[in-house]
C-alpha cells in the first residue's frame, strides 16, 4: 500500500532543513508473535484454502526456491508457490497470498511506546511514512488494521517486499524518500534495529535509535518534529 500524494502542507524545517518522518514497524510499534514451525502453519493454511499439501512441501518451504542476493526480498507467495510446484502440487498465486495472510495473521499488539508515537506523529506536521522489512505482500496493511492504526495517518506506507530489497539497503530509504517528494538527506527514520534501521545513515538521512520501550529516545523525537 502506498499514498503516492504526500500532504504538501504538512513539512517543517530544521536549520533551514526540509524535515520528513519515516518510521519502523515491526518491533517499533508492534510486536508480532512469530510461529515456532512456519512451514506447518502454511502447510495448514493451505489446506484450509483447498489445496493438496504433500509432506514433501516441508522440506521445499525449508529450502531455497530461487538463487537470489541476500539484500533481495523475495515475496514469500512465490516462494510458496515454487515449493508447492516442486513437491509435486499446485495452486493459484492468489490461493497461496490467501492462506499466507491467514498463516501468518497472528496475535499482535503495539509496543509500550506505540501510542506515544503515534500522538507524535500525528500531532506533527511533519510527512510521514512506515517502513518496514515484510516479504508478504498485504501485510503491513493487515497488521496495522489488527492494531486498530489508521492507515491514512501515514502519507506512504512501504514494506521490502513492494520495493525489492531489505533494509539496510539504501535503496529502501531511497523509496520512502520518493515517495515522500523529498531528497534522502531530508528524512529521519526510525526504528528498533541499528543494523536495518541505521542504514539509513548510509543513505544519507538520520537514523534515531527507537527501541519499543525507550521512552528518552521518543522524548528526542518529540523535539525534533514537533
Known sequence: MSNIHPNNF?????????????????????????????????????????VTVPSSFLKEYRSHQFDVHPAVELPLQQHVYAALRESGSQASMRTVHAALLDAFDTPVSGTPICDALLDIITASSTPSAILSNCSLTGLVPQTLDRLGIEPSIFDV??????????KPDPR?????AAGLGVDVQDVIHVGDSPRSDGGIANAGGRFIHLPGDDWTALEELSRVVT
Do not use: M, N, W
Open 172 to 176: 529502501c530509504f531511497d523509496a520512502v
Open 157 to 166: 506506507i512501504l514494506s521490502s517486499v513492494d520495493i525489492g530489497v531489505r
Open 10 to 50: 504538512k513539512l517543517i524545517f530544521i536549520d533551514s532543513i526540509l524535515v520528513v518522518l519515516s518510521v519502523d514497524l515491526f518491533g517499533t510499534l508492534a510486536v508480532a508473535s512469530t510461529p515456532q514451525a512456519p512451514e506447518e502453519r502454511v502447510a495448514y493454511a493451505l489446506r484450509e484454502h483447498g
